[in-house]
């Protein structure tokens, strides 16, 4: 199986840098996804890691290194609208299907 | 934004009535999903399918059944709703065979009340 955690909740100042990790404990890696989910909302897409490294788009970056286990999602310049919770989501070689962890709820105040 | 729809979008019921939530796709993705979100336990997967009549269980599919006759159409049935059943539920889309960075798409979601 697979063991994935997350921190539950993060506040953060708006226009400060919010780092948001993710371990997880699993054999077979294949790619890790974050999402993005608003109250109320469906999860919608931010990004994807399968090589170690970070993968910048626009003011969200997601960092991964699979020897360590370990991936973080970096806001940067944060805004009101970016209170919400993110998913981090792993997959591994086994299955096309990625299992999710419980989700950090980050709360941006002004 | 994808083309998923889910119906309906709530629903109040009693203990004992069969429930069917529908998931329908207007991208011809091969995959479909259904997961059901609750506080402290993130997206957990119900059942899961591959193509048409192909489907298999998830984490969490006691108490559930699906059935996908059309590419497009992936109903979730409770035959006998339980209180514990009490959740949001969230239709995902996908296309590839789970290489490259094909991410799922999610449906607004279905909030179940069963009282």
């Known amino acids: 199986g697979q063991n994935i955690d997350q921190p539950t909740e993060m506040t953060a100042t708006e226009g400060a840098i919010v780092q948001i990790n993710c371990t997880y404990q699993?054999?077979?890696?294949?790619?890790l996804f974050w999402y993005q989910q608003h109250a109320g909302e469906a999860p919608t897409f931010l990004s994807y890691?399968?090589?170690?490294g970070l993968e910048e788009k626009g003011r969200f970056s997601s960092f991964l290194s699979r020897s360590k286990g370990y991936s973080y999602l970096l806001l940067k310049e944060l805004q009101m609208k970016d209170s919400a919770s993110y998913l981090c989501?792993?997959?591994?070689?086994?299955?096309?299907?990625?299992?999710f962890g419980r989700g950090t709820s980050l709360i941006v105040h002004p | 934004d994808a083309g998923i729809t889910q119906s309906p979008r709530h629903k109040v019921t009693e203990t004992g009535t069969p429930v069917t939530l529908r998931c329908h796709q207007t991208?011809?993705?091969?995959?479909m999903y259904w997961y059901r979100q609750d506080p402290g336990h993130g997206l957990r997967l119900i059942h899961y399918?591959?193509?048409?009549?192909?489907?298999d269980k998830g984490e969490v599919s006691d108490g559930y059944s699906v059935s996908r006759s059309k590419t497009e159409d992936f109903l979730l049935t409770l035959e006998s709703a339980t209180s514990s059943q009490t959740s949001v539920y969230f239709c995902?889309?996908?296309?590839?065979?789970?290489?490259?960075?094909?991410?799922?798409?999610f449906g607004d979601g279905t909030r179940l009340s069963i009282l």
């Open positions: 995902a889309i996908s296309d590839g065979s789970g290489s490259g960075n094909q991410p799922q798409h």
């Open positions: 399918s591959y193509g048409v009549k192909d489907t």
């Open positions: 890691n399968v090589l170690d």
């Open positions: 991208e011809n993705h091969r995959y």
């Open positions: 989501a792993v997959r591994t070689g086994g299955s096309y299907i990625p299992t």
């Open positions: 699993t054999s077979g890696f294949n790619g």
